[in-house]
Structure formats: C-alpha cells, structure tokens
C-alpha cells in the first residue's frame, strides 16, 4: 500500500541556543510569535492628528517595530548588559522614568528621561532636551554611544560601538529579526536606528478624555465630555497671553500638544547638579505626563525641576528671569519676562485640562512591552509546529501550505527514512509568511517538512 506522509518541524529560538518548539499564546512572556506579528504600521490614528516625522525612506513596518522593540527591551545593548533603553523609559511611567536622573553603566544622567509619547507625531524632527539629534533616527544609537547611559563610547575605556555590532551577529534570534525586517541579517547602525525608530514612533496614545472630546467638537469649542473646569482650563491653554489666556498653545499646539519647531527656552535654566543649562528648546508632547490613575510619570522639564503640573503653572505664571535664549513668546512688549497674573482657579482649571491628556492604552499593550521572561530569555517562533495543512489534489499531487514567519527563506525537505533529509527546494517567503508546495505522490513513502537555519 502507497501512503505519503508528511511532518512540519517547528523551530524556535532560545536566549542563546535552539530548541523545538513549543505550544503558546501571543502574550506568553518570554515569546514573540513571527507568525503572527503586532500590528504596528496600520495602528490608526484620529483624524485631527496630521503632525509627522517619519521619513519616507523609514516607514513603521510590522517586523521592523517588532525588531525595534526586541532590541529597545534588551539589556546586551548596554557595555554589562545591565542597562536597556527600558530601564530609563519604562512603560508603566508613560516611557520615562520617576528619578530626576536616571541610572546607566557608568553613573547618572545629566538631564531628565523624557517620555516616548507620540514622538512621531510632531513637525519638530529634532530630537533630545537641546535638539542635537537631527532626526529620531540618529538619536537612537546616541544613548548606545553613550559613556554614562549604555557605554559603547568608544573612549574613556569602553568597547567601540562595532563592538556591539559583533555581540548581536552572533545572535541567532537577531540573524533571524534583522533577515524578517531588511532581508539580510546584516546587522550594522542603520539598521538599528531605523528600527529603533520605528518603534518608538510605533507608540502613540490617542485615547484621552482630550480625544474623545476633540472628535466630536473642534478645540475651540466646548468639549461634551469635559467639566466645565476642564473646558475653562482648556480656554487659558488656547487663549493668548492675557487676562483670559496663558499662552500654552503657541508653543505646545493641540492636538498633538508636540513643541513648535521655532521654541527658545521657557526659563526654565538651572542644570541637574548645579550649574545653568540655557539649550532645552525641546519638549516631549506634554501628553500623559500623570498616568491613567492620576500618578506622576515622573518630574518634569530637563532638569525634573518640576515635581506637578502645578509647579510647572507657576513657572510659566511668572517667569522667574531673563536669559540670553528666553522664547520672545514668553517676553511682553517692552521685554519684561512673563507675568500672566493668574488666579489659583485660574491655575485649577489649567491643571485640570492637562490631566485630560492622559490615556490608558499605552501604559498596558502588550506590543510595547519588554519581551523578555524573567530571565532575560527570549523564544522566537518561526516555524509552528504541526501547523502544516496537506490538501490531495485530484491529479494525484499533495499540497503543503504553512504560514512561517514574513520575509524569510525556508527548505522544503525530504526523506524516506525520517532520518536522512536532503534539500527538495529553497523556498523565499513574502510578507504574508505563506508557504506553499505541491509534491507528486510517488510510489515510495516519502517524507517531507518546512525548516529554517538562522
Ligand atoms: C541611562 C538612561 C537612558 C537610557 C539607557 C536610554 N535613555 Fe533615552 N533618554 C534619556 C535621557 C536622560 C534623555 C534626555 C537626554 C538629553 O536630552 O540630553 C533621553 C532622551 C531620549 C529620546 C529623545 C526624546 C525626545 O522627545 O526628544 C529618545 C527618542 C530616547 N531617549 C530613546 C532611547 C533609546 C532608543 C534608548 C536605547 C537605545 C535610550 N533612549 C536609552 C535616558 C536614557
Ligand atoms: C515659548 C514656548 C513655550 C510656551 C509659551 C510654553 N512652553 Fe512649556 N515648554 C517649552 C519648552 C522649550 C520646554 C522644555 C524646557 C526645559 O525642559 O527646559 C517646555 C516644557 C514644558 C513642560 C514639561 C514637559 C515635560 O515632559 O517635562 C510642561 C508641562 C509645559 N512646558 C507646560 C506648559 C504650559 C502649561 C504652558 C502655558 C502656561 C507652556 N508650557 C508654555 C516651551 C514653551
């Protein structure tokens, strides 16, 4: 009797070596399932959200973002493999960090962690307090090069930022990552920053009490859903400087509430440590600055002078002195520095509209989470196991289809024996993971399975 049998062999990927596969869900951590990627480029966005800085030539793709996120969450990009970008921008504090200066490989930061939200959706380009990253891109491997924050400086004793390069070529898990998301496992910097970007960019919160007010009525009107001190709050915000406004929009415009490209500083000089800092021209979006249960996601402004958003109102209702690089906008006719004359309700209502800007999603989904078990291991699923359907065709040929990770190359192999396999045929697969083959059913038992070789 004539029968043709079939197996699909499942590889995943451990921390440092293969093992088979196993069964999981999605969220299992410790596991990123290939075959079934986050949606990361086709997240949506309301339509008032027009503000971009996303270059064309490094559009969010599904397994670039997923990459990114790999290599964001992964402690190997520091020098000891104790720092990853995670450990200053942590999720649960709206991707910023709680402590004035944050911890890296060798000592403290000289400015406050800013929170990574919504970066993408801006006019400005430039990234950092002082804007001295041209693009978020560049940014990404500054941190990296970085003596204090992850030590591949290159200098002061720390290994060149090559090296690094040639720690994770010898990753399997990133062989695989980087062929997925540029089709080649070269891994070099620009492969890295642009996927880092990517997935910073990828993290976006658009469902605030702002948002869904703002989808139903322009900013300058009364929104539904607000209180009526919300609303007065969201006035002094729009409004000039004056006795019914405070400026706020000019420089921080809603909806993206990202700085304007042209800001100066806001008077706000004093460095962390002592000293005065007049180069912060830049804000994060002044988005989720308290999380969704009203917690600070950290103090505020480069030097986390600022414990609240109350302290922050005061700053601006009266700016505390003149400086060489002080925003005109923040100087009244005659070149006094502000003084908006605010009343504590006044302050109230302003306070009040910028809790409005915090969502809820971003601080949970799991597609920006550390992918990481607890034991820093990391499982790859490539190529599920028995997820292989074999269809008898009517001209006496059978056909294997899976679906395997996007962008990869696969064998088709064959045996008689289940034990000696030889290639049958080099299979490339595109962005939809498919593999198909149609097999003639030949008078011998033959055996045939998908395989992947990082
Ligand atoms: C040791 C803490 C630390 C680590 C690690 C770290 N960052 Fe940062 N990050 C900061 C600080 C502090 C700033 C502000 C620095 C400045 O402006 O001089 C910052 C700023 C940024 C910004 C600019 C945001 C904006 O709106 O301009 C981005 C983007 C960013 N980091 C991404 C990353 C990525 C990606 C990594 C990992 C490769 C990383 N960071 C690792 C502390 C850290
Ligand atoms: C002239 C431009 C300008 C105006 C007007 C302005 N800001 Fe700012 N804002 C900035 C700049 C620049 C920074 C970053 C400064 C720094 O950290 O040194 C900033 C930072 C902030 C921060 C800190 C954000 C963070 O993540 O740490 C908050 C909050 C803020 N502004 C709120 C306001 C409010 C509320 C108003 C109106 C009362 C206002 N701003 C008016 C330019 C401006």
């Known amino acids: 009797m004539k029968t043709n049998s079939y197996l699909s ?3 995943t990927l451990l921390f440092h070596s ?18 079934k990627l986050n949606n990361y480029a086709n997240q949506g966005k309301p339509v008032y959200i027009t503000r971009t800085n996303t270059p064309v030539n490094n559009t969010i793709t599904d397994a670039g973002a997923t990459l990114g996120r790999v290599l964001f969450h992964d402690k190997r990009l520091s020098r000891n493999s104790t720092v990853s970008c995670a450990s200053c921008h942590q999720q649960e504090n709206g991707f910023g960090d709680t402590a004035i200066a944050s911890t890296g490989v060798n000592g403290s930061t000289g400015r406050h962690s800013m929170r990574l939200i919504n970066a993408g959706f801006a006019t400005e380009s430039k990234f ?22 992850m030590g591949f400086s290159g200098t002061s004793g720390d290994p060149a930022f090559s090296e690094l390069v040639t720690r994770l070529s010898a990753i399997p898990e990133y062989r695989v ?12 910097e620009t492969r890295i920053q642009n996927s880092l970007a990517q997935f910073v960019r990828s993290i976006q919160s658009f469902d605030s009490k702002y948002d869904v007010g703002r989808a139903q009525v322009p900013d300058n009107q009364n929104f539904p859903n607000f209180t009526a001190q919300e609303n007065a709050g969201k006035q002094l915000f729009l409004n000039p400087p004056g006795p019914n406004g405070a400026g706020c929009a000019t420089c921080h415009a809603p909806p993206e509430f990202a700085i304007d490209p042209n800001s100066r500083n806001n008077g706000v000089t004093g460095a962390i440590g002592g000293g005065t800092d007049l180069t912060n021209t830049r804000s994060p979006s002044l988005r989720d600055m308290v999380g969704p249960n009203g917690k600070s996601n950290g103090p505020l402004m480069h ?11 005061n700053h601006y209702n009266l700016i505390p002195g003149d400086n060489a690089n002080l925003d005109n906008r923040l100087r009244r006719p005659g070149g006094n520095v502000q003084n908006l004359n605010l009343n504590q309700t006044q302050k109230n209502n302003l306070a009040a509209f ?5 969502g809820t999603n971003v601080y949970t989904d799991p597609k920006w989470s550390n992918p990481f078990n607890a034991s820093n291991e990391l499982t790859l699923i490539i190529l599920p196991e028995n997820a292989t359907t074999v269809t008898k065709n009517n001209n ?8 395997a990770a996007p962008n990869l190359t696969y064998q088709m192999e064959s045996s008689t024996n289940l034990k000696d396999w030889t290639t049958y045929e080099q299979i490339s697969v595109d962005a939809t993971g498919l593999i198909e083959r149609t097999v003639p059913i030949t008078s011998t038992n033959t055996f045939f399975r998908f395989t992947y070789t990082p």
């Open 396 to 403: 006496n040929t059978l056909t294997l289809s899976c679906v």
């Open 128 to 149: 950092f307090w002082d804007e001295r990253a041209a693009t978020l891109e560049i940014q990404t491997t500054q941190p990296v090069r970085d003596h204090v924050e």
């Open 18 to 35: 293969l093992i088979s596969a196993q069964t999981t869900t999605p969220s299992t951590p410790g596991v990123i399932d290939l075959t």
């Open 354 to 358: 910028l809790r409005t800007l915090t």
């Open 177 to 188: 990552l980087f062929a997925m998301t540029f089709g080649t496992a070269t891994i070099n």
């Open 303 to 313: 030097n986390g002078a600022f414990a609240t958003a109350a302290d922050v109102i």
């Open 9 to 11: 062999i499942g590889i």
